[in-house]
C-alpha cells in the first residue's frame, strides 16, 4: 500500500474501527502480545534498520542508530509492559463530602483507532514511540512514514505487516498528498511530529473533524551557561547535543547563551572538543551527513546569508563542505543579529549561533522575547540560579546540566507548549494521552439526594445554606 488514494486511507480506517468496536477494551495479555510483538520486530531486525537508515541519509553511523533510536525504541517498550497492567487498572476513591457515601472512579479506556505521523530524522524512534503508548493503551494504529527516509519506510511496513496481525498496525507510505489526506482522516487522536509550520497544517485538517491532536514541533532551544556553569563539561554536553545526528534533532540545542567574557573560551573549547569526539573528521564515518539536498543547501544558505549581513564564523572541523556527499562543516556564529535567519529559523544541523550576555537577567529576557522552544538546557551549579531561569521561563522540557536527556525518562512527560507543541506523551503520560479517563461516579444504595428535591421547603434551604457554608 505505497500509494493510497483518500479513499483508500477511509477504507482501511474504518475497517480498524470495526474490528476495535468488537474488542473494545483488550486485556493486559493481548496488549502485553502486541508489545512484545513489537520488541521482536526492533531487537530481530537492528542491523537492517540501521542499514536503511543509513542508506536513507548517506551516512547515519550504525552507532548513533543503535543508541538514539533501538535503545530508547526498546525501553519504551520494556517499561510499558513493566508498568502497564497498573495503567490499564481504575483508579477509585470517595466522592465529595457532600455526597458521601457514594464513590468515584477514573477508569482508563482505549480511544479507538490512533494516527502518527512520524518525520525524517529519528524515523524508528519517533514511530515506536507512540507507538508503544497507543498499544499499551489498548487502540489500533495506523502510521504515515516520511517519504524522505524511503528505504526505512518500506522496511518499517514491510516488517510490520510480517510481525502484526493486519487489524492491529497499519503501515502507509506516500508523498506529501498521501500525508495530507491522512492528517485529515477522523482519527480518535492524531499525533503528528515536524516542524511548526507543517503543524498548523495538520491541525487544520484535524479541525474539520474535531479530532484531538498530540503536536509535537520544535523551535528554536536555548542552552543558557550560568554565571556558575562547569565551563568545559557544559562546553561538552552542548556539543554533543548539537553534533549528533549532524543537529537534526528537534531538542538540539539550537543557540548558545553565555557570558560576554566567555565567548573566546568557548570557541577554543569547542574545537578541542569536536577534535576529540570526531577525530580526522573528513574521513569520520561517525559523524552523520544531512539527510536530503534540499535541507542541505537551506543550511548551508542560512550560514552563508548570516556571514555576508556581518556575522563571523568559527569552523570546529578542517573538513570542507562536500555538497555531493551532504557532508557540512560544524559550525560556530558569533556576532548575529536577530533579523538573521539563523536567529529566527529553527536550524536543524550542525550550527551554532554563540549570543553573549552581561547579566543573567538578561539572558532570561532574551529567551521569554522568543517564542516557547521544545527544550532549554541551562548549565549552572547555583541553585539560585537554577530556581531564577525555571520560574522565568517556559519550555516544553528542561535538561539541568547536559542535553537532551530529559526525552529519554520514562517517567517524564515529553512535549511542547505554545509554539513548540501541544500535549505530550512518553511512559504513563503516553497511555493517557491515547486513553480516555472516563470519569464514573457510582451512587450509594443509601444516600440523602432525595432531600434536595423539589418542590423546595424550609428543609431545602437550612440544607442548602449548608452547602453553601461548606461546600
Not at 565551563?231 to 538540539?252: P, S, Y
Not at 539550537?254 to 577525530?279: E, G, M, N, S
Not at 532574551?366 to 525555571?390: G, R, S, T
Request: aromatic content about 8%; some cysteine; overall charge neutral.
Amino acid at each position: 500500500m505505497n500509494q493510497p488514494d483518500r479513499l483508500d486511507l477511509n477504507v482501511e480506517l474504518q475497517r480498524l474501527r470495526t474490528v476495535q468496536a468488537h474488542d473494545p477494551l483488550p486485556d493486559w495479555p493481548t496488549r502485553a502480545r502486541r508489545l512484545r510483538t513489537l520488541e521482536a520486530l526492533v531487537s530481530q531486525h537492528r542491523a537492517e534498520i540501521a542499514a536503511a537508515i543509513n542508506a536513507d541519509f548517506g551516512c547515519r553511523p550504525c552507532e548513533e542508530t543503535d543508541l538514539l533510536e533501538v535503545f530508547p525504541s526498546l525501553s519504551a517498550i520494556r517499561h510499558a509492559l513493566r508498568h502497564g497492567r497498573r495503567w490499564m487498572k481504575p483508579r477509585r476513591g470517595m466522592a465529595s463530602l457532600a455526597f458521601l457515601p457514594a464513590g468515584i472512579e477514573v477508569r482508563p479506556q482505549p480511544l479507538g483507532v490512533v494516527g502518527i505521523i512520524v518525520p525524517w530524522n529519528y524515523p524508528l524512534f519517533l514511530a515506536v514511540g507512540p507507538l508503544v503508548d497507543a498499544l499499551a493503551a489498548g487502540n489500533r494504529v495506523m502510521i504515515k512514514m516520511s517519504e524522505y527516509t524511503p528505504r526505512f519506510s518500506q522496511l518499517f511496513a514491510e516488517l510490520t505487516a510480517r510481525h502484526f496481525q493486519a487489524d492491529e498496525v497499519l503501515v502507509v507510505n506516500g508523498d506529501a498528498a498521501v500525508a495530507q489526506a491522512f492528517a485529515a482522516l477522523p482519527f480518535d487522536h492524531l499525533l503528528f511530529t515536524g516542524s511548526t509550520a507543517v503543524g498548523h497544517h495538520v491541525m487544520r485538517s484535524a479541525a474539520a473533524h474535531l479530532t484531538p491532536v498530540t503536536l509535537e514541533l520544535g523551535g528554536k532551544s536555548p542552552a543558557i551557561i550560568g554565571p556558575g556553569a562547569r565551563f568545559e563539561h557544559a562546553v561538552e554536553r552542548i556539543l554533543i547535543g548539537k553534533l549528533i545526528n549532524a543537529g537534526q534533532t528537534c531538542i538540539a540545542p539550537d543557540y548558545v547563551l553565555l557570558p560576554r567574557a566567555d565567548v573566546t573560551r568557548f570557541v577554543a573549547a569547542a574545537k578541542a572538543i569536536t577534535a576529540r569526539l570526531y577525530p580526522d573528521l573528513a574521513n569520520n564515518r561517525q559523524y552523520a551527513s544531512i539527510a536530503t539536498d534540499r535541507h542541505y543547501h537551506r543550511l548551508a544558505d542560512l550560514r552563508d546569508n548570516a556571514v555576508n549581513a556581518g556575522a563571523r564564523s568559527e569552523k570546529l572541523s578542517d573538513l570542507a563542505d562536500r555538497p555531493e556527499q551532504r557532508m557540512l562543516t560544524p559550525t560556530l556564529l558569533l556576532d548575529t543579529r536577530d533579523d538573521m535567519s539563523i536567529m529566527q529559523e529553527e536550524i536543524f544541523g550542525p550550527l551554532l549561533p554563540l549570543v553573549p550576555y552581561d547579566t543573567l537577567d538578561q539572558a532570561i529576557d532574551y529567551v521569554k522575547a522568543h517564542p516557547h522552544p521544545l527544550a532549554l538546557y541551562l548549565f549552572e551549579q547555583e541553585q539560585a540560579h537554577i530556581d531564577q531561569v525555571l520560574a522565568h521561563t517556559h519550555a516544553g522540557g528542561v535538561t539541568l546540566n547536559d542535553t537532551i536527556y530529559h526525552i529519554a525518562q520514562h517517567r517524564l512527560p515529553f512535549g511542547g507548549v505554545g509554539p513548540s507543541g501541544m500535549g505530550g506523551y512518553h511512559g504513563e503520560a503516553g497511555f493517557r494521552t491515547f486513553s480516555h479517563m472516563k470519569p464514573v461516579f457510582r451512587q450509594a444504595r443509601l444516600n440523602g439526594v432525595r432531600l434536595f428535591n423539589p418542590p423546595y421547603g424550609k428543609r431545602f434551604r437550612q440544607l442548602l445554606e449548608i452547602l453553601l457554608r461548606r461546600g
